[in-house]
Structures are given as structure tokens and as C-alpha cells.
Antibody
Framework: QLQLQESGPGLVKPSETLSLTCTVS??????????WAWIRQPPGKGLEWIGS???????HYNPSLKSRVTISVDTSKNHFSLQLTSVTAADTAVYYC????????????WGHGTLVTVSS | IVLTQSPGTLSLSPGERATLSCRAS???????LAWYQQKPGQAPRLLIY???SRATGIPDRFSGSGSGTDFTLTISRLEPEDFAMYYC??????????FGQGTKLEI
């Protein structure tokens, strides 16, 4: 059964870089045609897609975040990562990683999520 | 593409029928419309993909329909565990994704 697990610091200072990793178990990132995605949810608010990556490294980003986002993949470690630069309090959110189906472009499964707070 | 969900909050009782709406600002491919359920403190769970196909393990009281710009999630007979937030999601041909703002289904 495929499982995803987010990891990284729970607290980041304003203007610094948020870095998270999503480790995939029960399957190979490079052994399929799936994309891998980051999605976030500010406290009490809705879901926001951040971006997606294919195992080859091809990426797609939310235009509203594109200038600050980098998603990368490490197939040898079977994980993919998120970097978000110049963070502010508005970037405080639960960050989820998920697998994206190429056929139906939906997200399943999801990681449990990790709360990242931006504060000095 | 902007997805607008209505109503914002839906108050119903167990056993009743729930109808949730998702309207897109442009025509989208039905193949690329999905619905998720989210309970407090949990990650979203895929319910419906391709506008009308139930994900693995989803009870048949959940159904999806619609095309073009108007899509609907129907829960035929509400169970206590169905009270949660529901989101629709689309993927455009440009490979950009968006979610609706959500509908809260409350008892």
C-alpha cells in the first residue's frame, strides 16, 4: 500500500526558506507514470495546489507561487521535496504531499500533512 | 479556472439527501473533475474522480454527476460520518490545478 510522509521543520522565520520532504513507501517514484504534488491549507481555510513533479524532473507550478517555489525529486531516495523562499506569515499552513493520477489528474493518496508556522 | 462551490454550509440530518454544487468559470473536461472529503485534523480523501467514478472503498451512497461547467456531488442517505468538508478540484489542459473553496456539511 502506497504511503506518503511529509517531514521538515515546523517553524520557519519570516524571509527564510521553507523546506519539506515527502518520502514515498510501498512503491517507487520512478516506477510509474504518476506525478507527485504539494498542496497546502492555511489554518481554517481551503486547499491550495502548490505544484507537481514527474520523476524525470518535469514540473508545473501554481502561477501565484511560481517565483518562490522549487519542487525537486530524488529517485534514489524515493522522495520529492519542496522549497518555498522568502516566506511570510501568509505561508503558515498544513503542507500535504500527494500522488497525482495522470489519467484523471486527481490526488490519491495523501500524506497526513505537516504544519509549518512562519514566525520570528 | 475558478471553482465556486455552493452552498458554503449545508445543514441536514442523518438519513437525508445532500446535494453539493461545483461550478467552473470555464468548461472543463469531466475526466479532470474530482471531489474530496476532509474531516477535522485529517488529510482530504478522494471520493469521486472523472466527475462520476467512485474511488476505491467509497460507499455507493456517494455519487457524482455533471459536465461542462456544472458538477454535483450527491450523498443519497447521510450517515453520521458523512458530516465533513467537501472540496471539488479540477485540472486544466494547461496542467494547472485549482480547488473550490469547500462546502461544510453539518448536522
Amino acid at each position: 500500500q502506497l504511503q506518503l510522509q511529509e517531514s521538515g521543520p515546523g517553524l520557519v522565520k519570516p524571509s527564510e526558506t521553507l523546506s519539506l520532504t515527502c518520502t514515498v513507501s510501498g512503491g517507487s517514484i520512478s516506477g510509474s507514470t504518476y506525478y507527485w504534488a504539494w498542496i497546502r491549507q492555511p489554518p481554517g481555510k481551503g486547499l491550495e495546489w502548490i505544484g507537481s513533479i514527474y520523476y524525470s524532473g518535469s514540473t508545473h507550478y501554481n502561477p501565484s507561487l511560481k517565483s518562490r517555489v522549487t519542487i525537486s525529486v530524488d529517485t534514489s531516495k524515493n522522495h520529492f521535496s519542496l522549497q518555498l523562499t522568502s516566506v511570510t506569515a501568509a505561508d503558515t499552513a498544513v503542507y500535504y504531499c500527494a500522488r497525482r493520477s495522470p489519467q484523471f489528474n486527481c490526488f490519491d493518496p495523501w500524506g497526513h500533512g505537516t504544519l509549518v508556522t512562519v514566525s520570528s | 479556472i475558478v471553482l465556486t462551490q455552493s452552498p458554503g454550509t449545508l445543514s441536514l440530518s442523518p438519513g437525508e439527501r445532500a446535494t453539493l454544487s461545483c461550478r467552473a468559470s470555464q468548461t472543463i473536461r469531466s475526466s479532470y473533475l474530482a471531489w474530496y472529503q476532509q474531516k477535522p485534523g485529517q488529510a482530504p480523501r478522494l471520493l469521486i474522480y472523472g466527475a462520476s467514478s467512485r474511488a476505491t472503498g467509497i460507499p455507493d451512497r456517494f455519487s457524482g454527476s455533471g459536465s461542462g461547467t456544472d458538477f454535483t456531488l450527491t450523498i443519497s442517505r447521510l450517515e453520521p460520518e458523512d458530516f465533513a468538508m467537501y472540496y471539488c478540484q479540477q485540472y486544466a489542459a494547461s496542467l494547472l490545478c485549482s480547488f473550490g473553496q469547500g462546502t461544510k456539511l453539518e448536522i
